[in-house]
């Protein structure tokens, strides 16, 4: 599991597809930008459950955290 897939609480009743921005399937805001870009999809604000995760201080600091471990774990691979 990549770092943000082992946050629990955010849109815990979808299955996370990493392989959507994947050669052939680029998004149009990301490959259109002119400097690098990331886009994180943390849930949705009319969900309730993942709206009133989002909303909690600690689990804002650990999303931010995973956020930061998966960039940091991109650029060491690459």
Known sequence: KTSLQQLRGINY????????TSPGKTLYIL??????ALLIELGYITDQNDLHYVLNAHNQREIAEKI???????????
């Open 68 to 78: 930061i471990d998966a960039v940091a774990a991109y650029g060491n691979v690459n």
């Open 31 to 36: 490959s259109h930008n002119k400097a690098p």
């Open 13 to 20: 009743k979808h299955e996370i597809d990493l392989g959507e």
